[in-house]
């Protein structure tokens, strides 16, 4: 299994070209959407929303304002994960989280006095954050089974928001995430020493 896991991490890289022709099977988009789907949340909330967007158009007026990268159009798949906007202990959508489960009234009291008073800029950030555990995971998932990724930021989020045609008092967007397979040789890995990155205290 420590292979299996280091084999992935060692697998995937930021992959900036995909293979046109080589469709992924719809089990392992699945495969890579139940990663996030399973991945934590704070208070479990589950403050997302995956956009499979598979709209040729879209994902081309998606290219035009993401510097053009090419990843966007190439991809097998491309994944937009939104992030929830409203998430104080009166929005419909948590509340329903807090029913669903069956949280106890001890874990919502504690939520509201946590989140409630946060400023909108504050939760956003908050909720956008969950985003990336997520994102990690579906691509290290997707990595276990010979899928390559990357993880972009570099986009206008408004515009990407507006082509998408998402409720954006309901979502924002912060990562897209193409998959599928590499058409150019993996880059050498660049990465520092754990002694530079660790600090024991
Ligand atoms: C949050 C985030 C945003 C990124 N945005 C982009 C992007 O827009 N375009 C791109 O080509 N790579 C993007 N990257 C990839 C990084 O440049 C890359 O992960 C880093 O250089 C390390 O290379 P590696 O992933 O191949 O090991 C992003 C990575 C992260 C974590």
Not at 16 to 34: G, H, Q, R, V
Not at 74 to 87: D, H, P, Q, R
Request: glycine content about 4%; hydrophobic content about 40%; overall charge negative.
């Amino acid at each position: 299994m420590r292979n299996n896991f280091e084999e992935a991490m060692y697998f995937r890289h930021a992959c900036k070209l995909f293979d046109t022709t080589t469709p992924m099977k719809n089990e392992d988009l699945t495969f890579i959407l139940e990663a996030g789907r399973l991945s934590p949340s704070s208070f479990g909330m589950e403050q997302w929303q995956f956009f499979v967007i598979r709209d040729k158009a879209m994902r081309e007026a998606i290219q035009a304002v993401a510097w053009n990268q090419p990843q966007i159009t190439t991809a097998s798949e491309l994944i937009a994960i939104g992030y929830k906007k409203n998430v104080r202990s009166t929005d419909g959508y948590i509340k329903s989280k807090f029913d669903k489960f069956h949280y106890p009234d001890a874990l919502l009291e504690m939520y509201s006095q946590w989140v409630d008073p946060r400023s909108d800029e504050v939760l956003e950030s908050w909720s956008a954050h969950q985003v990336y555990i997520a994102c990690a995971n579906m691509m290290t998932a997707a990595a276990s089974i010979g899928i390559d990724s990357c993880p972009m930021e570099g986009f206008d989020r408004n515009a990407v928001e507006k082509i998408m045609g998402i409720d954006t008092d309901t979502y924002g967007i912060v990562l897209l995430v193409p998959f599928g397979y590499r058409v150019n040789e993996q880059p050498p890995l660049h990465r520092s020493e754990l002694s530079e990155l660790v600090t024991y205290l």
